[in-house]
């Protein structure tokens, strides 16, 4: 019948909601979002200047009172952002480690590809968290004049909680990770016991028969689905949000913040070009594969990544790139491309730590190296499972913040410019998935690919039924 293929189609969508979440924000991205929240970034800046005391044109008290009231979106926008973090987080980890069909290529070619990306993507994190320690960004605002007392209060509640680290208090600390009580968890925003929680939720999902997983699957990625359409509704007043959080901000602390930001851009595209420096490393090393030749044959792939700022919209390509220009198999192609984009967020990993030592220099926060631990360990495993769209990283970066002690509102200096952030990382982000495609071809095991062993046994087979001439 003619109305058989729509149908299916649809039915096939209703059934892939990481799809339709990609062709709902990529559809924000046709609709020239960027360039609206770029706007609303230059007017905001402007509009702060202009009723900053630099300028002398209002009154401090009423500047205070507009800045407020222009930042009432913003603060709207960061409610509904955090509102859904948890459930968002929860439900991604699990649809991504149980949504995995290929078990087979999951238990040959899975524990070496994610001890691979687990310690590409802690090595991108301590490079972020270094290059910012060393050029500190944040130096340059001053950020406690908007939290005075809200950072008195965290430093605090930080020293407190962990005051002084006893090596005997560490395995009591170990196992404080594991929630006793996951629903508390989830209520007390303890975002490092959800996603442990969620993984090994996850684990345990994956390895039950699928007539029985699938009824917690459906439901999982309803709610997956959800969360997202909650972003996209706040991505809606982002332009707007960006203006009013921007003109309060900058009202406050001046033109010092232009060149913060400035700073900071500089900082993170520096920990991105040496991250890519590091694959190209890991090529040499572990694949023998030239780099130049590399780069040559995925420029399209990175072009693509950077346009959409999405690893999801180019996984078709990608893997066609690793398969027909990198001579990587298309068993191992295929089944690391698609994990690659929900674990292996290696430039989302280096922004978030860059980002959060920024903001801790900006509000004077003092991280203490077991916070940064903590910082490395749950951006980890917030990224497993994160749908591969566009803005997902401010996502990420909010549970991070809470994690921390950094108020949240910093996201609000960093969100005008993460529009162009996001989409250099998501290219990095593709650079290493198909480095990493190219050190699992030739490191692994299955690299000789199973496809290919079993085309060529059925050939020979053929060849020997074949009457002779």
Known sequence: ?????????????????????????????????????????????????????????????????????????????????????????????????????????????????????????????????????IIRPGRMIDGTQL?????????????????????????????????????????????????????????????????????????????????????????????????????????????????GLGVYILTVLLGLLLLVGLYMLILMVLSRYSPRKFMRSIREVQLLAFSTASSAAVMPLSMETAEEKLGVPASVARFIIPLGATINMDGTALYQGAATVFLAQVFNVNISPLQLILVVVTVVGASIGTPATPGVGIIILATVLSGVGIPPEGVALIIGVDRILDMTRTAVNVTGDLTACTVMARWSSSGTGMEEKVEKALKRVASVGEPAE
Not at 214 to 240: E, S
Request: glycine share 10%.
């Open 1 to 133: 019948m003619p109305t058989t293929s729509p149908d299916v189609s649809n039915d096939t969508d209703r059934r892939n909601p990481v799809h339709r979440l990609t062709v709902h924000l990529l559809g924000l991205v046709r609709g020239r979002l960027w360039v609206k929240i770029l706007i609303g970034m230059g007017l905001g800046l402007i509009t702060g200047l202009a009723i900053g005391p630099e300028a002398g044109i209002v009154p401090v008290n009423i500047a205070r009172v507009v800045g407020a009231w222009l930042a009432l979106p913003g603060q709207l926008f960061l409610a509904l952002i955090q509102m859904i973090v948890i459930p968002l987080v929860f439900a991604s980890i699990i649809v991504g480690i149980a949504g995995n069909e290929d078990l087979e290529q999951l238990k040959r070619v899975g524990p070496r590809i994610v001890a691979y990306f687990m310690v590409t993507t802690t090595l991108a994190i301590v490079l972020g968290v270094g290059v910012a320690t």
């Open 147 to 259: 939290l005075d007392s809200k950072v008195e209060t965290v430093e605090v509640d930080t020293d407190e909680a962990l005051g002084e680290v006893d090596i005997g208090d560490i395995p009591g600390r170990i196992v404080g990770v594991l929630p006793q009580n996951p629903l508390r968890a989830m209520s007390s925003g303890e975002m490092l016991q959800v996603v442990l929680f969620a993984i090994i939720f996850g684990a345990a999902l994956a390895a039950l028969p699928a007539n029985r997983s699938r009824f917690l699957m459906l439901p999982l990625a309803t709610l997956q689905d959800v969360c997202m359409r909650v972003v996209k509704w706040a991505m809606l007043i982002a332009p707007l949000a960006v203006f009013g959080l921007l003109a309060n901000v900058t009202s406050q602390l001046g033109f010092d913040v232009l060149a």
